[in-house]
């Protein structure tokens, strides 16, 4: 009787394992792709806001650079984004160390204040930041921009020099999500290739 009985708990608990193990996989299954899903949601969100804004890039003057910084997860350009004048605005995206995605935009002004209509303009008051997105996981050996000519070959290879700025004619957004590893889940990558129609109009009319 005694031997009956422990048989029939052993063999209760090795059901039991089974079946909690099976409610453990599906949970954690369940859990992981919501988590997938949560991270597709921010990487649209953060792609369609970086990209759209990266393509109002412009040059400020005639022989300079649209763009002030270009490095992997840092880009600063000048930009016709919400204008306080008729002169560009100063724009920045970078990854900062929370990873979250952030812009700030700076108007051109002039000393004192006032909206600046012809350069050379100042960027150091009415800045403004945006909060573009997180858990963007980009480093320098995961670039979330990669720089290209007029061809679409990658220029240099991390920070661009000064000289290697104006070949800019288009920029690749590789962006890397991860909210958590917790369930196994991978890291969501989007990307996309940013033409950049101020600056070819403005080099094609010199």
């Not at 990307?191 to 101020?198: A, D, K, M, S, Y």
Request: a neutral charge.
């Amino acid at each position: 009787m005694i031997f009956e009985m422990t048989l029939t708990i052993l063999i209760l608990s090795i059901v039991m394992a089974v079946v909690y193990a099976g409610i453990a996989s599906m949970t954690n299954t369940a859990a992981g792709t919501n988590v997938r899903l949560q991270n597709l949601d921010e990487a649209r969100i953060m792609m369609a806001t970086v990209t759209k804004d990266i393509r109002t890039a412009t040059s400020p003057q005639s022989g300079t650079s649209a763009f002030v910084n270009a490095a992997p997860t840092d880009l600063q350009f000048y930009a016709n984004l919400n204008n306080v004048g008729s002169a560009a605005s100063l724009v920045h995206v970078y990854i900062d160390a929370s990873t979250q995605l952030v812009e700030t935009v700076t108007p051109a002004t002039v000393a004192g204040g006032g909206s600046c209509a012809t350069w050379p303009c100042l960027y150091n008051t009415g800045m403004k930041t945006r909060f573009v997105g997180r858990y963007a996981v980009n480093t320098a050996a995961n670039p979330l921009f990669t720089y290209l000519d007029v061809n679409r070959n990658p220029i240099g290879n991390g920070t661009l020099t000064a000289a290697q700025l104006d070949s800019v004619r288009w920029v690749q957004v590789s962006l890397s999500v991860s909210k958590t590893q917790k369930y196994n889940t991978a890291v969501m990558s989007m990307e996309n290739t940013v033409g950049l129609p101020n600056v070819a109009y403005q080099q094609n009319t010199g």
